[in-house]
């Protein structure tokens, strides 16, 4: 069984790493006569430990709201293929430092009730992993499909991939298979991207050839999702009408 997560030295950890970084290049910035080029890559180096510190932030929030305020999922009718579009952008400089080029096929869907903090973020967790566990100058589709009611978002990089054995445990917290573990991490993206998906009442699956790459796929029911929203509509209706009858 796996160990349960404490949370207080994850966000000690997460947060404190980026900003030890973002300290020590400054400090660089300060010291020395560096080239534009060079101040271009700490500028860029430093964004993106900002951006680090701000997801970690985020995940905390979104974990909480989960746990806590699971009935309030904020529910918005969303065009998946605009909130794919919108995590490939955002992760677009990562994978540019790697030559990684995203490929999107898109289906046109029908929009769906959606909380889009949640998706986007389980989303853009299998899309970081894409992007780290695959070699340079490779490709990674992203596809979307809908099939009797349910939405498929498909993930499929060419990486290092894994064996039944690691695919087994990688949504378990803290786990990191032992090959790839010199790339920073902490083995807890996939354990917050399938407990996001389970709020959805949806799920993730995940096929994998060891040196050949992984795909992951997103399922989203859409009749669960618009049964979700129209439980919480009325309970919005129905706590209206108890203000009015005050
Ligand atoms: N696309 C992938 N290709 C190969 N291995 C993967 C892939 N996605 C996940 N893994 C393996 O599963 C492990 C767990 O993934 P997870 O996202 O939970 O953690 P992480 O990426 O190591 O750290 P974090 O997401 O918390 O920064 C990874 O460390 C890696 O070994
Ligand atoms: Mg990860």
Not at 134 to 155: A, C, G, M, W
Not at 181 to 195: D, E, H, M, N, V
């Given at each position: 069984m796996s160990e349960p997560v404490d949370w207080t030295n994850w966000l000690n950890h997460e947060l404190k790493t980026p900003l030890n970084r973002m300290e020590s290049l400054i400090l660089s910035l300060k010291k020395s006569k560096l080239s534009g080029?060079?101040?271009q890559k700490i500028m860029m180096s430093l964004m993106s430990s900002l951006e680090e510190c701000r997801s970690t932030i985020d995940s905390l929030f979104l974990f909480n709201k989960i746990q806590v305020d699971n009935?309030?999922?904020?529910?918005?009718?969303y065009d998946i293929n605009t909130l794919?579009?919108?995590?490939?952008?955002?992760?677009?400089?990562?994978?540019?430092?790697?030559?990684?080029?995203?490929?999107?096929?898109?289906?046109?869907?029908?929009?769906?009730?959606l909380d889009e903090q949640l998706f986007k973020r389980a989303l853009s967790n299998i899309i970081t992993n894409a992007v780290k566990f695959?070699?340079?100058?490779?490709?990674?589709?992203?596809?979307?499909?809908?099939?009797?009611?349910?939405?498929?978002?498909?993930?499929?990089?060419?990486?290092v991939g894994m064996d039944e054995n690691e695919l087994n445990k990688i949504f378990d917290p803290y786990y990191r298979v032992e090959?790839?573990?010199?790339?920073?991490?902490?083995?807890?993206?996939?354990?917050?991207?399938?407990?996001?998906?389970?709020?959805?009442?949806?799920?993730?699956?995940?096929?994998?050839?060891?040196?050949?790459?992984?795909?992951?796929?997103?399922?989203?029911?859409?009749?669960?999702?618009?049964?979700i929203n129209q439980l919480n509509e009325e309970k919005i209706d129905s706590s209206l009408k108890g203000e009015h009858a005050l």
């Open positions: 080029f060079s101040e009935i309030h999922l904020k529910l918005n009718h794919v579009t919108q995590v490939c952008q955002d992760l677009d400089l990562v994978a540019e430092a790697k030559h990684v080029k995203f490929i999107i096929e898109a289906e046109p869907l029908f929009l769906i009730p695959s070699p340079n100058d490779s490709k990674i589709l992203i596809s979307t499909e809908s099939i009797n009611r349910k939405f498929y978002i498909q993930v499929a990089d060419q990486g090959q790839s573990s010199y790339i920073p991490g902490t083995g807890l993206g996939l354990f917050i991207a399938k407990s996001f998906m389970k709020s959805l009442n949806g799920r993730i699956s995940v096929d994998s050839v060891k040196g050949a790459g992984t795909t992951f796929t997103m399922i989203l029911d859409v009749d669960a999702l618009e049964k």
